[in-house]
């Protein structure tokens, strides 16, 4: 079943804009993971925060996570034309697996 | 680093074919390798979790005998598509987990650059 939701589907802003995209989950979890995806690609793992821990900071990236909500948000700061892909979120159990949720389309126009 | 190399990167096949995609893991030894499908616009859906030396674990309404995963070694983990047909047409991504020290549940996953097979 599909874990994570992410929200909005498409956002398209300015270059020099911050992105924000959410990820809702509805089972409890051990860690959660944002990857980024180019069009025709793989993913490209970006962060991982456990579920100990409220924020995580990398470079321009910045993710915070509320387990009271089962929510998680990617912010992505000063925003390039070559941050322009799908970022998807994806739910660690207790097992080894992922659920991936639908994804976030992000356009950034020059 | 944590290279993850997929090949090919395309078929295209005519109906009836047998297609053989590989993942290999070039920098590191992956105790776990995963595959997955990926329809247009959509999540990832996975398939299947490959184990080194060990028979794969598939997800519940993956047919068994029409995706054949071998992980024969640390580093190579194969899915063949058996007598492929037009809706088995699809982009196919694997993954590669480093092992892990106490415990495999919060690790990342190391992608391949997907397959996009396509059935005539």
């Known amino acids: 079943s599909q874990q994570g939701e992410e929200d909005p589907q498409a956002l398209s802003i300015q270059e020099g804009e911050n992105a924000t995209m959410n990820c809702s989950y509805k089972t409890s979890i051990n860690n959660l993971q944002w990857y980024r995806q180019n069009s025709g690609r793989g993913l490209v793992h970006l962060i991982l925060i456990r579920s100990n821990e409220r924020e995580k900071h990398s470079g321009r990236l910045r993710v915070t996570l509320d387990t009271s909500k089962k929510s998680s948000s990617l912010l992505i700061t000063a925003s390039r034309a070559a941050d322009t892909a799908s970022y998807f979120c994806?739910?660690?159990?207790?097992?080894?697996?992922?659920?991936f949720g639908k994804g976030t389309l992000l356009t950034v126009n020059p | 680093g944590a290279v993850v190399s997929q090949h090919p990167s395309r078929v295209i096949c005519k109906s009836g074919t047998s297609v053989k995609i590989e993942c290999r893991s070039l920098?590191?030894?992956?105790?776990?390798m995963f595959w997955y499908r990926q329809f247009p616009k959509k999540s990832l859906m996975l398939m299947a979790t490959?184990?080194?030396?060990?028979?794969?674990?598939?997800e519940q309404g993956v047919e068994k005998d029409k995706f054949l995963i071998n992980h024969a070694s640390l580093t190579l983990s194969t899915l063949t598509v058996t007598s492929a047909h037009p809706e088995d047409s699809s982009f196919y991504i694997c993954s590669a987990q480093k092992p892990y020290r106490t415990g495999i549940s919060n690790q990342p996953q190391h992608f391949g650059d997907g397959t996009r097979l396509s059935i005539l």
């Open positions: 490959s184990n080194e030396g060990s028979k794969a674990t598939y």
């Open positions: 994806a739910t660690g159990g207790s097992n080894y697996k992922l659920t």
């Open positions: 920098d590191f030894q992956a105790t776990t």
